[in-house]
């Protein structure tokens, strides 16, 4: 039995080694950012928001346009009004037409649109990010699950050898067939469960390549984030609350809103506009000879049934809308910061009295192990320290992955992870 618990140690130790062509996690995460479709989303959206800003810059600049027109109407009978409206009519122009003064809701426009551009920046990092965490997760569960199922293994080792020894001893008469059946019983339902550990594992590795495109047999490499990881003061943490990607986006919304109330109130103003035709033909008559001409267009609302003010009372609303929501989501963000950082170091301090307990129990095992071939300790009680040892060593490579992930979600909270720069096609 000695040699089986050496053998158990030496796999344990082999885990630690990683194949060199093992997948690390930050590359299935560079294979997730090629093939998420929620990414590529979020670009598109922020190529559209761009265009808008070059839409609305567009409005600023002069609008030029080649204008022909030939129209044929019946020959008027009085010569005075052919002269002004000749059978044929021919003019090819070009217009320019300026805008001059909107009650400075043009620049807000654009400063608005800018403001949404920057929202939808942050909002694409924000996605990565997410997607960082969905793929670590999906990366964890696998390491779990497969570290869990060589546990179940080289657990069965174990109680088959068991099986065998206590057979042997049964027909020397040194133990009686009750004891063989209850270690053949706890066998059985050890590969029961590693069967359903199979299942969930092909499950996991199914996620797995969903979620970042590589294939679902990947060797992939156990990253062990968390190993001695001493955490800052929670205030440190709590600082960074302004750096998070979704607090910055709604910061921007906020600011596009503020825009919205100028865009509105912009409306109550006077608006000016410059137009310039220049006529490479006109119609024959009085204005054949006049090649061009300008206009200044001048307009003052005066009353339009309160729609503007309506309109400035809605963004006003919207501000205030935006301005409640940055408040939640600061708070939202305060909170899981709080809540992961006590996560973490509840989750470490488990870790460490976990090592303590597994290291106990393969002790307890190997003493009553010893003397129950002395006669001193019974049976079950062998069964109990070998089912306390399996236990504890489970709940000890669960917990260490676990850790690791706690760590990535308290990293994620405080944006000390950050959205990696994707380089573009």
């Known amino acids: 039995m000695r040699t089986n618990l050496k053998l158990f140690l030496f796999v344990f130790s082999l885990l630690s080694l990683q194949s060199a062509s093992a997948a ?12 998420n479709e929620t990414v590529g989303l979020s670009k598109e959206r922020l190529v559209q928001s761009q265009e808008r800003v070059s839409q609305v810059r567009g409005g600023l600049y002069p609008q030029v346009a080649l204008n022909a027109t030939h129209m044929i109407q019946p ?25 001059l003064f909107r009650g400075l809701r043009e620049f807000a426009g ?38 869990d199922l060589k546990n179940l293994d080289v657990q069965v080792k174990l109680y088959e050898d068991r099986v065998s020894e206590l057979q042997t001893r049964a027909r020397r008469g040194e133990s ?39 294939s679902s ?29 979704d607090v910055k986006a709604a910061r921007e919304q906020f600011s596009a809103m503020e825009e919205e109330v100028s865009i509105a109130k912009g409306a109550h103003w006077p608006s000016l506009d410059l137009t310039g035709n220049y006529y490479f ?40 809308e935006a301005d409640l929501n940055l408040s939640r989501i600061r708070r939202q963000a305060t909170q899981e910061i709080s809540s992961y950082y006590e996560t973490f170091q509840t989750r470490q301090k488990q870790v460490e009295a976990l090592e303590k ?52 979600h308290l990293q994620i909270a405080s944006a000390e992870i950050t959205a990696p720069a994707v380089k573009e096609e």
Do not use: C, H
């Not at 092909?202 to 495109?213: D, P, S």
């Open 24 to 35: 690390t996690l930050q590359e299935a995460f560079q294979s997730a950012l090629q093939k």
């Open 75 to 99: 020959r008027p009978s009085d010569p005075v009004a052919r002269e002004f409206f000749p059978e044929k009519q021919t003019t090819i122009n070009l217009s320019a037409n300026q805008v």
């Open 110 to 147: 654009l400063r608005q649109q800018k403001d949404l551009v920057a929202s939808q920046e942050e909002l694409r990092n924000l996605t990565m990010v997410q997607l960082y965490q969905e793929v670590a997760t999906a990366y964890l569960s696998v390491l779990t699950l497969e570290r």
């Open 176 to 214: 009686n067939s009750n004891e063989v059946l209850t270690a053949q019983s706890t066998e059985a339902a050890l590969k029961a469960e590693a069967q359903l550990n199979r299942g969930q594992l092909r499950m996991a590795r199914e996620n797995f390549a969903f979620v970042t495109g590589l």
């Open 217 to 245: 047999e990947e060797v992939l490499n156990d990253p062990n984030l968390a190993g001695g990881k001493k955490l800052a003061p929670l205030a440190d943490y709590l600082k960074r609350v302004e750096e998070r990607y």
């Open 281 to 320: 033909k006109r119609p024959e008559g009085f204005t054949e000879d006049l090649n061009w001409d300008l206009q200044f267009r001048f307009t003052l609302p005066i009353f339009e049934g309160g729609s503007t003010q309506s309109k400035v009372r809605e963004a006003a609303s919207k501000r205030m």
């Open 357 to 408: 307990s597994a290291s106990l129990a393969e002790k307890n095992y190997q003493v009553m192990q010893r003397d129950y071939r002395r006669g001193l300790s019974r049976n079950i009680d062998v069964q109990q320290a070998l089912t306390d040892f399996r236990t504890a060593t489970r709940s000890l490579d669960q917990a260490r992955f676990a850790v690791q992930l706690d760590l990535i």
